[in-house]
């Protein structure tokens, strides 16, 4: 995917990736967080890590990434291609793995009925489809059903793994 990105920084952990968003409301420090699913997933793979994604903000004296943010800073399609490329980072780092994404549902997304970060997420695989899927293998999940990623098909989650 050859979209403008953030330059980030990759944690000690090879499962925390920071960088800073720069827009109308300044910079803001941003946070991918890699965790382990539980190995007794419903999902046919041995290791499944969900992506979450998030402003990094001090809660309790202590720095957290808070995925219910909306920034408003005017760059979300740098951004989400920030996002892909760390997805893409740890992919080729563990290529044996597969991700999962799954928004935030927050009060407007929950007015409008759609998970508005997934919506996000699947016009940037839709709209680079094409480049994606020569090397990547996509899955969705729709109404607890699982099934191959279907461009134009609306997911409550995805998953993504190396070819």
């Known amino acids: 995917m050859d979209k ?3 330059k980030f920084v990759v ?3 090879d ?3 920071i960088f800073i968003s720069e827009g109308v409301k300044g910079k803001i420090a941003k946070g991918v967080l890699i965790s382990p699913l539980p190995a007794a997933s419903v999902y046919p793979f041995s290791s ?4 979450g994604f998030g402003d990094f903000v ?3 004296r202590k720095w957290i990434i808070d995925d219910s943010v909306r920034s408003g800073n005017g760059d979300m399609p740098k951004v989400i291609a920030t996002v ?3 997805a893409m980072d740890f ?3 563990n290529p044996d793995s597969v991700l999962s994404f799954e928004g935030y549902m927050d009060e407007k997304s929950a007015l409008h009925g759609r998970n508005h970060r997934n919506v996000l997420y699947q016009r940037a695989i839709n709209s680079n489809w094409a480049e994606l899927s020569e090397e990547f293998r996509f899955w969705g999940v729709q109404e607890g059903k699982f099934e191959e990623y279907s461009v134009g098909t609306h997911y409550d989650q995805i998953l993504v793994g190396r070819l």
């Open 4 to 6: 403008d990105c953030y």
């Open 84 to 86: 892909a490329r760390i």
């Open 91 to 93: 992919l080729t780092k």
């Open 48 to 51: 499944v890590y969900n992506l």
């Open 11 to 13: 944690g000690q952990d």
């Open 58 to 60: 001090n809660f309790d």
């Open 15 to 17: 499962f925390t990736y």
